[in-house]
């Protein structure tokens, strides 16, 4: 592992100590399936109130990695603590606690988005007589007020993007996760969520943990960047220090190339490649 | 815009945990019926097959008379089974829509929200019962026309109801078992239609027990069909009769229900991976 990433990695002994400060916190995260290792004895943190960016080809480990923080999916071996809390043994807390994008489009294009947003408000327990309030506020917020009687299916792709942040915002939870928020939007709607996933930031001091392919993203949006590869962690920094530590030149780009030994285009199976695609299709 | 950080609504839910589970579960059946409201085309196509039923089939077996129907016209002994066959139909390819909402990603937002898995699940089965009481309106419609001789009043309006109810949870959750494990739309829709006949063909539906081979009379005795048929006929139509009792009928159903909500429980998150 690159020298950053030794530096960076923290592995705090005791769970309370960093049930505070730390928003999310890997102990030798494993998941394996059948004979292939997708996380490999993962152990990272990250604070509160940062954007935190996991990078890295196909097939690294990323979506693994977040299905286990968000629990969707057991881990094989090791935990996590997400918002302070387990995700093995107290998955329901953990789930009342963060918020999530799916690379996937998540918002239901036969609902409105009032609707999607109300479904949500609901499910969350956000009380009848701060639903309504809650709702307009997330719209407003999002630039979605004049759009939100109409079905989701005739929103374009941006506005549903920017519908599943307000989504899953609305329950103010402590971690949010966004897993590609921009992947197949064009640049002037990547810009219009780029700007919201910073408001968000700046206005709810939101831990956020996005992953993405997109170099520039990662450069502009996170404080803290972590490359993985065959499962793990190999190197973690700021984007300026990782780019330092390379060269005077180095882009987020070489840096990628440098840790993880890849293209950026490559890799992928057909699985990755046919849920981008349909993401990209619904996203017009 | 109001800031309440670290401290997200779903918290307070603790303190209630019947009332939220309550919520939640009429949340996820909301998402779905409001879906059908914005669109109820589904709920059109679906009243082809039990006009086809009722209209051809039972018109031309009442002449024949060749069915022992217990007393009653043979278009009064399969109104009960029509209806039945109605709800088994949608019902059992419900789960298409879960594989169709794990694709486009909204499986996922809804198993990374705090709502208890067994209430994913009782929702679902919730919502499709709301189709079902659209095609029971539309069965009574057209029973009506045929000058079949339904009973009337509240018992029997409760009681079908119920049937109708208990017989679409059972068989839109057994759909929902069946999504989680074959995982693709492509096999769902093969083993959605091995299913269908057999279940119906297996039941009182149609033709009475008694005129079953031993073998097949075996099978309707485990058939949930055959229990929601049975209920029907006795609440439903005048001089109809159940050969069970209400009580068996209802209570085998809650049971195949809870069994059913059980396993979809333990399966439901396996969609996903």
Known sequence: ?284 | MSHVHDVPASVSDSAFPGVAYARQTLAVAEADIRKLIHDPVELLTRMVQPVLWLLIFGQVFTRTRAIPTGGISYLDFMTPGVLAQSVLFGAIFYGISLIWERDLGIVHKFLVSPAARSSLVLGRAISSTARSLCQMVLVYLLALLLHVHLQEGLRAFVGVTAAVIFGSAVFSTFSLIAACIVKSRERFMGIGQVLTMPLFFASNAIYPLSLMPGWLHNLSRINPLTYQVDALRSLMIVGGSTTFGLAQDFAFMAAALAVMIAIATRLYPKIIT
Request: with cysteine; glycine share 8%.
């Open chain 1, 1 to 284: 592992m690159a020298p950053i990433a030794q530096r960076q990695t923290a592995t705090p002994a005791d769970a309370s100590a960093v049930r505070g400060p730390s928003a999310v916190e890997t102990r030798s995260l494993t998941r394996r399936f059948e004979s292939l290792v997708a996380v490999n004895q993962l152990t990272f943190a990250f604070g509160r109130g940062s954007i935190f960016g996991l990078l890295g080809p196909n097939g690294a480990g990323k979506s693994t990695l977040i299905k286990m923080l968000t629990t969707l999916l057991p881990p094989s071996e090791g935990t996590a603590l997400v918002a302070g809390f387990d995700i093995v043994r107290e998955p329901r807390e953990v789930r009342r606690r963060i918020g999530y994008v799916s690379q996937m489009l998540s918002a239901d294009g036969d609902l409105t988005g009032y609707e999607n947003l109300l479904i949500s408000a609901k499910l969350y327990g956000i009380p009848r007589s701060q639903r309504s309030a809650r709702i307009a506020e997330a719209l407003d917020f999002m630039d979605l007020t004049n759009a939100s009687g109409k079905l989701v299916k005739h929103y374009s792709g941006g506005m549903i993007r920017r519908l599943e942040i307000a989504q899953s915002m609305l329950h103010r939870p402590s971690v949010l996760f966004l897993d590609e928020p921009t992947v197949g939007l064009d640049p002037f709607a990547k810009q219009a969520v780029w700007k919201h996933i910073r408001e968000l930031r700046r206005e709810f001091n939101a831990t956020i943990l996005m992953t993405t392919h997109d170099m520039q993203e990662a450069d502009e949006l996170c404080e803290t960047i972590a490359f993985m590869h065959q499962g793990k962690i190999a190197a973690i920094g700021s984007p300026t220090e990782l780019k330092t530590a390379l060269g005077p030149e180095a882009t987020l780009g070489d840096v990628f190339i440098h840790y993880t030994g890849a293209d950026i285009s490559e890799g992928g199976d057909l699985r990755d490649v046919a849920r981008t695609r349909r993401t990209s299709q619904r996203l017009g």
